[in-house]
């Protein structure tokens, strides 16, 4: 009854949720960009981590030097939310990823005009050479839309709950966030 295939980690850090005032505050620790992003190098290093979403909440200029630094070390970086608007001025060729929101993902096979932008950002993925891929995914039905549309890779609902952060280094047997920047 457990699953014997590889197990891959892709994190949302949701990174604006919990920076201010120009630092990270993790586990009551305050971190600084710098500090953060070692973090998020060591974890990748150290285990499968295939995609960190949302890592940092900086000025752009910083975030683009990180999102090369992250991508040299083999993490995959991913533009998010797309279907609802671009929340990034990144050039497209910093992401490895073009992945539809949620409620995007609801709409589809309900609503031709989401279903006429899921297919042209699809196609652009493919253009650029990156991985078209969705989140919020809770139906069979909207697994079967997706793939059908050539979409390569989804996350939600139907195939596992989320967890909370605190909870993942218990999971993983790995020292927490506030352990390994100390």
């Known amino acids: 009854a457990g699953y014997e295939g590889t ?3 892709a994190i949302d850090a949701a990174a604006s949720e919990f920076y201010k005032d120009g630092v990270y505050t993790v586990d009551g620790k ?3 960009t710098k500090k953060l992003v070692e973090y998020y190098e060591h974890l990748a290093h150290t285990y499968p981590v295939v995609s960190i979403e949302d890592a940092l909440a900086d000025d752009m200029r910083p975030v683009l030097q990180t999102i090369e630094r992250v991508r040299q070390s083999g993490v995959m970086v991913a533009l998010t939310r797309c279907g609802r608007r671009a929340e990034t001025a990144a050039p497209m060729s910093c992401f490895d990823t073009i992945k539809f929101g949620p409620t995007f993902v609801s709409r589809l096979g309900h609503n031709a005009q989401s279903d006429m932008i899921a297919d042209t950002l699809i196609r652009v993925a493919d253009q650029y050479g990156v991985v078209a891929a969705a989140e919020g995914i809770s139906t ?3 697994v079967d839309i997706l793939n059908a549309k050539g979409c ?3 996350q939600g609902s139907l ?3 989320s967890i909370p952060a605190a909870e993942i280094p218990a999971l993983l047997r790995v020292p927490s ?3 390994a920047v100390a």
């Open 159 to 161: 195939f596992g709950k």
């Open 177 to 179: 966030i506030a352990d």
């Open 30 to 32: 305050k971190l600084s």
């Open 152 to 154: 390569a890779e989804g």
């Open 7 to 9: 197990v891959k980690l």
């Open 140 to 142: 069979e039905a909207q």
